[in-house]
Protein backbone atom coordinates (compact mmCIF):
# COMPACT_ATOMS: atom_id res chain seq x y z
CA UNK A 1 0.00 0.00 0.00
CA UNK A 2 2.96 2.32 1.25
CA UNK A 3 4.61 1.87 -2.52
CA UNK A 4 1.40 2.10 -4.27
CA UNK A 5 1.02 5.82 -2.64
CA UNK A 6 4.32 7.03 -3.07
CA UNK A 7 4.61 6.14 -6.94
CA UNK A 8 1.54 8.58 -7.19
CA UNK A 9 2.58 10.90 -4.95
CA UNK A 10 6.12 10.69 -6.93
CA UNK A 11 3.35 10.59 -10.30
CA UNK A 12 0.96 13.46 -8.80
CA UNK A 13 4.80 15.73 -8.21
CA UNK A 14 6.11 15.30 -11.60
CA UNK A 15 3.05 15.91 -13.26
CA UNK A 16 2.92 19.43 -11.23
CA UNK A 17 6.30 19.71 -12.02
CA UNK A 18 5.59 19.46 -16.35
CA UNK A 19 2.89 21.37 -16.15
CA UNK A 20 4.92 24.27 -14.19
CA UNK A 21 7.76 23.99 -16.83
CA UNK A 22 5.35 24.72 -19.66
CA UNK A 23 3.53 27.89 -17.54
CA UNK A 24 7.78 29.05 -17.74
CA UNK A 25 7.90 28.07 -21.09
CA UNK A 26 4.91 30.18 -21.97
CA UNK A 27 6.01 32.56 -20.43
CA UNK A 28 9.36 33.09 -22.13
CA UNK A 29 7.03 32.87 -25.41
CA UNK A 30 5.93 36.64 -24.86
CA UNK A 31 5.79 38.43 -28.35
CA UNK A 32 4.57 35.31 -30.06
CA UNK A 33 1.34 34.74 -31.65
CA UNK A 34 0.40 31.72 -29.25
CA UNK A 35 0.83 33.78 -26.19
CA UNK A 36 -2.89 34.25 -25.47
CA UNK A 37 -3.30 31.05 -24.27
CA UNK A 38 -1.77 32.02 -21.02
CA UNK A 39 -4.00 34.75 -20.70
CA UNK A 40 -7.68 34.23 -19.80
CA UNK A 41 -9.82 36.28 -21.73
CA UNK A 42 -13.61 37.25 -22.19
CA UNK A 43 -14.81 35.56 -25.16
CA UNK A 44 -18.47 37.49 -24.87
CA UNK A 45 -18.93 39.55 -28.37
CA UNK A 46 -18.58 42.90 -28.06
CA UNK A 47 -22.66 42.76 -28.25
CA UNK A 48 -23.07 41.33 -24.69
CA UNK A 49 -21.04 44.32 -23.07
CA UNK A 50 -22.84 47.75 -21.81
CA UNK A 51 -21.95 50.64 -23.59
CA UNK A 52 -19.85 53.23 -21.02
CA UNK A 53 -18.36 55.78 -22.54
CA UNK A 54 -17.15 57.29 -26.10
CA UNK A 55 -15.48 59.63 -27.51
CA UNK A 56 -13.52 61.00 -31.06
CA UNK A 57 -12.79 64.86 -31.10
CA UNK A 58 -10.62 66.67 -27.42
CA UNK A 59 -13.10 68.50 -25.57
CA UNK A 60 -15.89 68.38 -27.77
CA UNK A 61 -18.90 66.58 -26.09
CA UNK A 62 -17.13 67.51 -22.50
CA UNK A 63 -17.41 71.32 -23.18
CA UNK A 64 -20.54 71.25 -25.71
CA UNK A 65 -22.85 68.79 -24.42
CA UNK A 66 -24.70 69.51 -21.14
CA UNK A 67 -24.28 67.43 -18.41
CA UNK A 68 -27.87 65.97 -18.30
CA UNK A 69 -27.08 64.78 -21.71
CA UNK A 70 -23.64 63.53 -21.42
CA UNK A 71 -24.77 59.80 -20.75
CA UNK A 72 -27.46 59.63 -23.11
CA UNK A 73 -24.51 61.24 -25.78
CA UNK A 74 -22.50 58.14 -24.52
CA UNK A 75 -24.99 56.15 -25.14
CA UNK A 76 -25.57 57.41 -29.17
CA UNK A 77 -23.07 56.85 -32.21
CA UNK A 78 -21.51 59.16 -34.48
CA UNK A 79 -24.44 58.78 -36.78
CA UNK A 80 -26.72 59.83 -34.00
CA UNK A 81 -24.77 63.02 -34.07
CA UNK A 82 -24.34 64.06 -37.62
CA UNK A 83 -28.26 63.22 -38.14
CA UNK A 84 -28.48 66.22 -35.41
CA UNK A 85 -29.72 64.71 -32.68
CA UNK A 86 -28.01 66.74 -30.23
CA UNK A 87 -27.67 69.71 -32.56
CA UNK A 88 -29.74 72.29 -29.98
CA UNK A 89 -27.63 71.17 -26.91
CA UNK A 90 -24.64 71.98 -28.70
CA UNK A 91 -25.97 75.57 -30.18
CA UNK A 92 -27.33 76.18 -26.24
CA UNK A 93 -23.60 75.45 -24.62
CA UNK A 94 -21.97 77.30 -27.42
CA UNK A 95 -24.58 80.46 -26.90
CA UNK A 96 -23.48 80.26 -23.17
CA UNK A 97 -19.63 80.38 -23.97
CA UNK A 98 -20.19 83.09 -25.85
CA UNK A 99 -22.12 85.58 -23.63
CA UNK A 100 -19.29 84.32 -20.68
CA UNK A 101 -16.66 85.03 -22.88
CA UNK A 102 -16.81 87.24 -25.90
CA UNK A 103 -15.96 90.92 -24.11
CA UNK A 104 -13.14 89.25 -22.93
CA UNK A 105 -11.92 87.83 -26.56
CA UNK A 106 -13.15 91.05 -27.82
CA UNK A 107 -11.02 93.10 -25.33
CA UNK A 108 -8.17 90.59 -26.44
CA UNK A 109 -8.50 92.07 -30.24
CA UNK A 110 -9.93 88.66 -31.47
CA UNK A 111 -13.60 88.91 -33.53
CA UNK A 112 -15.90 85.99 -31.58
CA UNK A 113 -18.08 84.22 -33.95
CA UNK A 114 -21.51 84.41 -33.64
CA UNK A 115 -23.05 80.92 -32.39
CA UNK A 116 -25.23 80.48 -35.04
CA UNK A 117 -21.96 80.86 -37.42
CA UNK A 118 -20.10 78.97 -35.06
CA UNK A 119 -22.27 75.64 -35.52
CA UNK A 120 -21.14 76.38 -39.71
CA UNK A 121 -18.01 76.87 -38.41
CA UNK A 122 -18.16 73.50 -36.64
CA UNK A 123 -19.94 71.89 -39.58
CA UNK A 124 -17.52 69.73 -41.30
CA UNK A 125 -16.71 68.36 -37.63
CA UNK A 126 -20.50 67.57 -37.21
CA UNK A 127 -21.29 66.57 -39.99
CA UNK A 128 -19.31 63.68 -39.13
CA UNK A 129 -20.53 63.12 -35.71
CA UNK A 130 -18.03 63.10 -32.93
CA UNK A 131 -14.76 61.78 -34.56
CA UNK A 132 -11.32 62.37 -35.40
CA UNK A 133 -11.08 62.80 -39.33
CA UNK A 134 -7.56 61.52 -40.50
CA UNK A 135 -7.02 62.37 -44.51
CA UNK A 136 -3.69 60.55 -44.73
CA UNK A 137 -3.09 62.74 -48.15
CA UNK A 138 -2.81 65.66 -45.58
CA UNK A 139 0.02 66.24 -43.18
CA UNK A 140 -0.79 64.75 -39.80
CA UNK A 141 -1.72 67.16 -36.74
CA UNK A 142 -4.95 68.45 -35.04
CA UNK A 143 -7.75 68.34 -36.65
CA UNK A 144 -6.48 66.11 -39.09
CA UNK A 145 -6.14 62.99 -36.54
CA UNK A 146 -5.01 64.10 -33.52
CA UNK A 147 -0.99 63.37 -32.50
CA UNK A 148 0.23 63.32 -28.57
CA UNK A 149 1.54 66.38 -29.09
CA UNK A 150 -1.08 68.86 -30.46
CA UNK A 151 -2.09 71.80 -28.61
CA UNK A 152 -5.46 70.83 -29.23
CA UNK A 153 -7.39 72.51 -26.20
CA UNK A 154 -6.23 76.06 -28.02
CA UNK A 155 -7.61 74.88 -31.29
CA UNK A 156 -10.85 73.77 -30.07
CA UNK A 157 -11.08 76.71 -28.25
CA UNK A 158 -10.42 79.13 -31.63
CA UNK A 159 -12.97 76.57 -33.69
CA UNK A 160 -16.03 77.21 -31.04
CA UNK A 161 -15.16 80.82 -29.89
CA UNK A 162 -13.37 82.71 -33.01
CA UNK A 163 -14.74 83.83 -36.28
CA UNK A 164 -12.23 81.69 -38.27
CA UNK A 165 -13.30 83.72 -41.39
CA UNK A 166 -10.92 86.40 -39.62
CA UNK A 167 -8.28 84.70 -37.76
CA UNK A 168 -6.88 81.33 -38.74
CA UNK A 169 -7.51 78.03 -36.51
CA UNK A 170 -4.36 78.36 -34.80
CA UNK A 171 -4.18 81.98 -33.43
CA UNK A 172 -4.78 80.76 -29.45
CA UNK A 173 -1.90 77.84 -30.24
CA UNK A 174 0.59 80.34 -31.47
CA UNK A 175 0.34 82.35 -28.32
CA UNK A 176 -0.11 79.15 -26.30
CA UNK A 177 -3.25 79.97 -23.91
CA UNK A 178 -2.74 76.70 -22.59
CA UNK A 179 0.20 75.01 -21.71
CA UNK A 180 1.94 74.25 -25.31
CA UNK A 181 3.67 71.03 -24.09
CA UNK A 182 2.96 68.22 -21.96
CA UNK A 183 5.51 68.15 -18.85
CA UNK A 184 6.95 64.67 -19.40
CA UNK A 185 8.82 64.13 -22.97
CA UNK A 186 7.08 61.92 -25.68
CA UNK A 187 9.57 58.65 -26.37
CA UNK A 188 10.73 59.17 -30.01
CA UNK A 189 9.56 55.28 -30.75
CA UNK A 190 6.61 53.31 -29.61
CA UNK A 191 4.36 53.51 -27.55
CA UNK A 192 5.77 57.10 -27.60
CA UNK A 193 3.99 58.03 -24.30
CA UNK A 194 6.37 58.68 -21.39
CA UNK A 195 6.65 56.36 -18.41
CA UNK A 196 5.02 57.30 -15.20
CA UNK A 197 6.22 59.97 -13.15
CA UNK B 1 -30.22 105.48 -12.39
CA UNK B 2 -29.40 106.74 -15.64
CA UNK B 3 -29.88 104.64 -18.89
CA UNK B 4 -25.79 103.92 -18.88
CA UNK B 5 -26.03 102.22 -15.36
CA UNK B 6 -29.08 100.80 -16.39
CA UNK B 7 -27.37 99.59 -19.38
CA UNK B 8 -24.52 98.06 -16.91
CA UNK B 9 -26.42 96.79 -14.44
CA UNK B 10 -28.29 94.50 -17.28
CA UNK B 11 -24.72 93.99 -18.47
CA UNK B 12 -23.77 92.28 -14.99
CA UNK B 13 -26.88 90.30 -14.85
CA UNK B 14 -26.04 88.64 -18.53
CA UNK B 15 -22.72 88.06 -17.52
CA UNK B 16 -23.46 86.76 -13.89
CA UNK B 17 -26.22 84.25 -15.91
CA UNK B 18 -23.95 83.57 -18.47
CA UNK B 19 -21.72 82.54 -16.04
CA UNK B 20 -24.33 80.41 -13.79
CA UNK B 21 -25.78 78.52 -17.09
CA UNK B 22 -22.11 77.95 -18.26
CA UNK B 23 -21.20 76.88 -14.69
CA UNK B 24 -24.41 74.65 -14.83
CA UNK B 25 -23.57 73.13 -18.11
CA UNK B 26 -19.99 72.46 -18.11
CA UNK B 27 -18.58 72.08 -13.99
CA UNK B 28 -19.40 68.01 -14.43
CA UNK B 29 -16.80 68.11 -17.29
CA UNK B 30 -13.12 67.86 -16.97
CA UNK B 31 -10.91 68.08 -19.53
CA UNK B 32 -10.32 66.32 -23.14
CA UNK B 33 -12.90 63.35 -21.91
CA UNK B 34 -11.81 62.67 -18.46
CA UNK B 35 -14.46 62.35 -15.99
CA UNK B 36 -17.18 63.75 -17.85
CA UNK B 37 -20.20 62.04 -16.82
CA UNK B 38 -22.38 60.71 -14.11
CA UNK B 39 -21.55 56.83 -15.88
CA UNK B 40 -17.94 57.44 -16.57
CA UNK B 41 -17.60 59.00 -13.42
CA UNK B 42 -18.67 55.83 -11.79
CA UNK B 43 -16.70 53.32 -14.19
CA UNK B 44 -12.82 55.05 -13.84
CA UNK B 45 -11.37 51.75 -15.62
CA UNK B 46 -14.41 52.32 -18.84
CA UNK B 47 -13.54 56.17 -18.96
CA UNK B 48 -11.83 57.27 -22.15
CA UNK B 49 -9.71 60.23 -21.08
CA UNK B 50 -8.37 60.66 -24.74
CA UNK B 51 -8.24 59.12 -28.02
CA UNK B 52 -5.11 60.29 -30.31
CA UNK B 53 -4.94 58.73 -34.25
CA UNK B 54 -2.71 60.05 -36.61
CA UNK B 55 -1.00 58.91 -39.26
CA UNK B 56 2.92 58.49 -40.34
CA UNK B 57 4.99 56.71 -42.89
CA UNK B 58 2.42 54.11 -43.70
CA UNK B 59 1.31 53.84 -40.07
CA UNK B 60 -2.14 54.41 -38.27
CA UNK B 61 -1.07 55.23 -34.60
CA UNK B 62 -4.32 54.77 -32.41
CA UNK B 63 -3.76 55.53 -28.55
CA UNK B 64 -6.85 55.16 -26.07
CA UNK B 65 -6.46 56.59 -22.75
CA UNK B 66 -8.33 55.96 -19.68
CA UNK B 67 -9.04 56.64 -15.80
CA UNK B 68 -7.70 59.86 -16.28
CA UNK B 69 -6.99 62.18 -13.01
CA UNK B 70 -7.19 59.36 -10.64
CA UNK B 71 -3.39 57.97 -10.30
CA UNK B 72 -1.55 60.42 -9.02
CA UNK B 73 2.44 59.58 -8.80
CA UNK B 74 1.91 55.78 -7.91
CA UNK B 75 0.32 56.15 -5.09
CA UNK B 76 -2.80 54.40 -6.21
CA UNK B 77 -2.92 50.95 -7.89
CA UNK B 78 -3.36 51.29 -11.82
CA UNK B 79 -6.86 49.98 -13.39
CA UNK B 80 -6.80 47.27 -15.20
CA UNK B 81 -10.18 46.06 -15.57
CA UNK B 82 -10.72 42.21 -17.35
CA UNK B 83 -14.64 42.90 -17.66
CA UNK B 84 -14.45 46.08 -20.54
CA UNK B 85 -14.13 45.94 -24.19
CA UNK B 86 -12.03 48.74 -25.32
CA UNK B 87 -12.33 49.58 -28.61
CA UNK B 88 -11.06 51.61 -31.79
CA UNK B 89 -14.11 52.09 -34.74
CA UNK B 90 -12.45 52.69 -38.10
CA UNK B 91 -14.82 54.04 -40.85
CA UNK B 92 -13.22 54.26 -44.24
CA UNK B 93 -16.50 54.89 -45.92
CA UNK B 94 -17.15 58.24 -45.10
CA UNK B 95 -20.25 57.53 -43.10
CA UNK B 96 -19.84 57.55 -39.53
CA UNK B 97 -20.17 53.84 -39.30
CA UNK B 98 -17.86 51.49 -38.43
CA UNK B 99 -16.10 49.32 -40.85
CA UNK B 100 -12.73 48.31 -38.59
CA UNK B 101 -13.17 47.74 -34.80
CA UNK B 102 -10.36 46.82 -33.34
CA UNK B 103 -10.93 44.90 -30.14
CA UNK B 104 -8.99 45.24 -26.95
CA UNK B 105 -9.59 43.53 -23.66
CA UNK B 106 -7.38 42.32 -20.71
CA UNK B 107 -7.01 38.98 -19.05
CA UNK B 108 -4.61 37.33 -16.21
CA UNK B 109 -3.00 34.11 -16.26
CA UNK B 110 -2.66 31.10 -13.92
CA UNK B 111 0.22 33.52 -12.21
CA UNK B 112 -2.49 36.59 -11.50
CA UNK B 113 -0.54 38.53 -14.61
CA UNK B 114 -2.22 40.73 -16.61
CA UNK B 115 -1.95 40.48 -20.58
CA UNK B 116 -3.66 42.10 -23.46
CA UNK B 117 -5.46 40.75 -26.34
CA UNK B 118 -6.36 42.69 -29.81
CA UNK B 119 -8.77 41.44 -32.05
CA UNK B 120 -8.84 42.90 -35.60
CA UNK B 121 -5.79 44.90 -36.38
CA UNK B 122 -5.59 46.18 -38.95
CA UNK B 123 -2.28 44.90 -40.77
CA UNK B 124 -1.88 41.89 -37.68
CA UNK B 125 -2.69 38.19 -39.07
CA UNK B 126 -5.10 37.17 -36.25
CA UNK B 127 -4.89 37.69 -32.73
CA UNK B 128 -2.37 39.72 -31.10
CA UNK B 129 -1.57 39.61 -27.34
CA UNK B 130 1.06 39.49 -24.67
CA UNK B 131 2.06 40.64 -20.96
CA UNK B 132 1.35 44.24 -20.48
CA UNK B 133 3.75 47.12 -19.76
CA UNK B 134 5.77 45.33 -22.70
CA UNK B 135 6.06 46.23 -26.76
CA UNK B 136 4.47 43.74 -28.69
CA UNK B 137 5.44 43.31 -32.08
CA UNK B 138 3.18 41.14 -34.67
CA UNK B 139 4.21 41.69 -38.67
CA UNK B 140 4.04 44.86 -39.16
CA UNK B 141 1.64 45.78 -35.78
CA UNK B 142 2.95 46.61 -32.14
CA UNK B 143 0.71 46.54 -29.35
CA UNK B 144 1.54 48.24 -26.13
CA UNK B 145 -0.83 48.63 -22.81
CA UNK B 146 0.17 49.60 -19.78
CA UNK B 147 0.36 52.76 -17.04
CA UNK B 148 1.62 56.14 -18.91
CA UNK B 149 2.12 59.64 -17.82
CA UNK B 150 -1.26 61.50 -18.88
CA UNK B 151 0.02 62.59 -22.01
CA UNK B 152 -2.44 65.66 -21.85
CA UNK B 153 -2.08 68.91 -20.96
CA UNK B 154 -4.34 71.93 -20.29
CA UNK B 155 -4.87 74.57 -17.37
CA UNK B 156 -7.50 72.51 -16.06
CA UNK B 157 -7.68 75.54 -12.78
CA UNK B 158 -7.93 77.90 -15.53
CA UNK B 159 -10.64 76.78 -17.08
CA UNK B 160 -12.72 76.27 -13.76
CA UNK B 161 -11.85 80.01 -13.23
CA UNK B 162 -13.08 81.07 -16.60
CA UNK B 163 -16.20 79.14 -15.75
CA UNK B 164 -16.61 80.35 -13.02
CA UNK B 165 -16.56 84.19 -13.20
CA UNK B 166 -16.98 84.29 -16.81
CA UNK B 167 -13.20 85.88 -17.02
CA UNK B 168 -10.43 84.06 -19.46
CA UNK B 169 -7.77 83.01 -16.60
CA UNK B 170 -5.62 80.91 -17.96
CA UNK B 171 -2.13 80.39 -17.36
CA UNK B 172 0.03 78.52 -19.62
CA UNK B 173 2.28 77.04 -16.85
CA UNK B 174 0.18 75.48 -16.03
CA UNK B 175 -1.03 71.74 -16.66
CA UNK B 176 -3.60 70.26 -14.50
CA UNK B 177 -2.37 66.90 -15.77
CA UNK B 178 0.86 67.14 -14.76
CA UNK B 179 2.07 64.08 -12.02
CA UNK B 180 -1.64 62.35 -13.34
CA UNK B 181 -1.44 58.53 -14.81
CA UNK B 182 -3.79 56.60 -16.98
CA UNK B 183 -3.74 53.72 -18.33
CA UNK B 184 -2.79 54.00 -21.70
CA UNK B 185 -3.81 51.48 -24.96
CA UNK B 186 -1.42 52.05 -28.00
CA UNK B 187 -1.56 50.45 -31.24
CA UNK B 188 0.60 50.30 -34.49
CA UNK B 189 -1.53 49.45 -37.58
CA UNK B 190 -0.88 48.99 -41.44
CA UNK B 191 -2.74 52.77 -42.63
CA UNK B 192 -3.67 50.98 -46.09
CA UNK B 193 -5.26 47.95 -44.07
CA UNK B 194 -7.30 50.39 -42.22
CA UNK B 195 -8.05 52.38 -45.44
CA UNK B 196 -9.68 48.84 -46.47
CA UNK B 197 -7.15 48.85 -49.22
CA UNK B 198 -7.88 52.20 -50.66
CA UNK B 199 -5.38 54.20 -50.70
CA UNK B 200 -7.42 57.51 -51.18
CA UNK B 201 -9.97 56.80 -48.22
CA UNK B 202 -10.68 59.54 -45.54
CA UNK B 203 -10.75 57.61 -41.83
CA UNK B 204 -13.08 58.41 -39.16
CA UNK B 205 -12.01 57.35 -35.97
CA UNK B 206 -13.28 56.89 -32.33
CA UNK B 207 -12.91 55.28 -29.00
CA UNK B 208 -15.61 53.27 -27.47
CA UNK B 209 -15.60 51.16 -24.02
CA UNK B 210 -18.49 48.55 -22.72
CA UNK B 211 -18.57 46.76 -19.28
CA UNK B 212 -19.51 43.17 -19.35
CA UNK B 213 -23.40 43.03 -18.76
CA UNK B 214 -23.24 40.28 -16.10
Redesign the interface.
Known amino acids: MMTRYRFLAISVALAACACVAM?IAG?RD??H?D??A?????T?S?V?????????L??F???LI??AN??P??QA???D??AGAFDADVL??LT??H???D???TG?GLVPCAPASCITQLGGYLD??????????QP??FPN?????D???DIVFALVLLDLGTHDIGTLASV?????????P?LAE???????? | MNRFKVHLVLAGIAAVAGAAALLLFLTDGYAADHRESPATNADAAADLADVYCWHESGKLYAVLTVAGLITQHLDTAPVFDTKIAYTVNIDNTGDSVPDVIVDVRFGKNIFGQMGVRVVGLPGATGTVSGPVEQVIASGPTRVFAGVRDDPFFFDLAGFRTTLATGTLSFDNTRNGFAGFQVVAIALEMDLLAAQGGDAGAILRVWGETGRLSN
Do not use: H, W
Not at chain 1, 145 to 149: D, T, V
Not at chain 1, 190 to 197: D, H, N, V
Open positions: LCDGSTSQFNFTTAGYLRVDRMGPAATASTKDFNDPTDAANALNALDDLLSGDVLTIDPSSGGRRLEPVISVNPPADDALFPFLAPPQ
